[in-house]
Nanobody
Framework: QVQLVESGGGSVQAGDSLRLSCVLS????????LGWFRQSPGKDREFVAN????????HYADSVKGRFTISRDNGKNTVYLQMNSLKPEDTAVYYC?????????????????WGQGTQVTVSS
């Protein structure tokens, strides 16, 4: 059974940092592209960042570029999202996702497996 389990969310002040983790289990994910998405109330789910199978290539949404860093540890089957200089507009449920095609796209429909999400709330 494939499982993606996020953790690390919480309530913080603007300017603070959080690190999200997502542990993947149930199959070998070392060849998968991995991504982070987020969804705020009343809004569509949006792309945040993705990373290729080896961790050598990353891509970020303009809204988080320079503040967020995605990384992965294939030995631990874990993908991370380091979030610095958080803003109130970063408030959302954050989801990790795995793309078995390894295409590393920004389109959520291309991802095959999803976590349940973790809430991040940033207050001003």
């Amino acid at each position: 059974q494939v499982q993606l389990v996020e953790s690390g969310g919480g309530s913080v002040q603007a300017g603070d940092s959080l690190r999200l983790s997502c542990v993947l289990s149930g199959r070998t994910f070392t060849t998968y592209a991995l991504g982070w998405f987020r969804q705020s109330p009343g809004k569509d789910r949006e792309f945040v960042a993705n990373i290729n199978w080896s961790g050598s290539l990353t891509h970020y949404a303009d809204s988080v570029k320079g503040r967020f860093t995605i990384s992965r540890d294939n030995g631990k089957n874990t993908v991370y999202l380091q979030m610095n200089s958080l803003k109130p507009e970063d408030t959302a449920v954050y989801y990790c996702a795995a793309d078995r095609s390894a295409a590393r796209t920004i389109l959520d429909q291309n991802y095959d497996y999803w976590g349940q999400g973790t809430q991040v709330t940033v207050s001003s």
